[in-house]
């Protein structure tokens, strides 16, 4: 095992994060997205920023909800993931639209004022203070603009990830959970996030002095049902298994990161092993169940959707 995470090497990312393909497209219905934008007014938006956009995922995602003639950056502090997603824009038309620069939440490279619409997903998670992201991203969005805010509880959503088929024991669901909250306290100890955050967001952005703060939760599930037919469970499928071949698990990633944020919780060695035999076995039930095609659950997850506007300038 290696004190650095998997995720400092920008290639693992990509794949431990699901950045190849179309697993992120599970996230979300169109027609729900379409139903924000409206909520939301995009169709005054013309210059947009994607705050952490990785690999441009949900960039793209946004950038299709704007008028034709609106523009999108994509910032991120690793330029490495800038080619996947120039190479994807290419595919999808979007070359002229989209652009990347290299830089952190924390310190934005662009001038006050400067967006319609500053958004970010699943980026304050690995935050060490989502505040200071979120003041630093309200800077550089214009008086009267729109903050869009999408992230995770993972507490919530992984009680619901276990509610499979062939469900765990109450002990061993108990051993994982407790084996979560250890790891979320380690994350929060080394400065790299908190990956519940999404369910403090709204409070956050009203001691920002934000206008007009809204939450809401995503509208999908990652269902899976014989005889996985569908076009979202085959792409599911195809990322997910081919994480377990590597026991990877969407509940908490790998096994070395896993124990790294442990151990950085101060938890107890016998603690993690029960955990990680719970984590593994749920993982080996989903791959048995697969094959056998008998596996089947709803795998609704919570990630919140937290807008608000910057107070227009007064004069």
């Given amino acids: 095992m290696t004190d650095a995470p998997q995720y400092a090497d920008p290639d693992r990312y990509a794949d431990l994060a699901g ?4 697993w992120r497209d599970l996230f979300w219905n169109g027609d729900f997205l379409e139903l924000m934008s409206r909520r939301w007014g995009l169709d005054g938006v013309e210059r947009a920023l994607d705050v952490g956009c990785g690999a441009g995922h949900w960039g793209r995602t946004m950038l299709g909800l704007l008028p034709p003639s609106a523009t999108m950056v994509g910032v991120d502090r690793e330029p490495d993931f800038f080619a996947l997603a120039r190479s994807t824009a290419r595919e999808r038309g979007l070359s002229s639209r989209l652009s990347f620069v290299e830089g952190t939440a924390e310190a934005l490279p662009f001038g006050d004022d400067s967006f319609d ?24 969005v214009r008086p009267g603009g729109l903050l869009v805010v ?22 061993a669901i108990a051993d994982l959970v407790s084996m979560q909250l250890v790891c979320e306290r380690g994350k929060r100890a080394l400065g790299e996030g908190d990956n519940s955050v999404g369910a403090v967001l709204p409070g956050l952005f009203g001691e920002l002095g934000l206008d007009s703060v809204r939450a809401h939760t995503n509208d999908r599930c990652i269902d899976l049902a014989p005889p996985y037919q569908t076009a979202s469970m085959k792409i599911a499928l195809e990322q997910e298994l081919s994480w377990a071949r590597e026991s990877i698990n969407m509940l908490l990633g790998t096994h070395d990161d896993t124990r790294r944020l442990y151990d950085a919780g101060g938890g107890e060695p016998a603690g993690f092993e029960r955990g990680w035999a719970a984590v593994t076995e749920w993982l080996r039930r989903f791959e048995r169940g697969v094959e056998a095609g008998t596996f089947h659950a709803g795998r609704g997850f919570v990630l919140y959707l937290v807008s608000g506007r910057k107070p227009a300038a007064k004069g």
């Fill in 19 to 22: 950045f190849r393909g179309e």
């Fill in 117 to 140: 619409l500053v958004t970010c997903q699943l980026v304050l998670i690995h935050v060490a203070d989502a505040k200071v992201a979120l003041r630093e991203m309200l800077r550089v």
């Fill in 150 to 171: 999408v992230e995770p509880d993972n507490r919530a959503g992984n009680l619901a990830l276990l509610g499979t088929s062939d469900r765990l024991d109450d002990d």
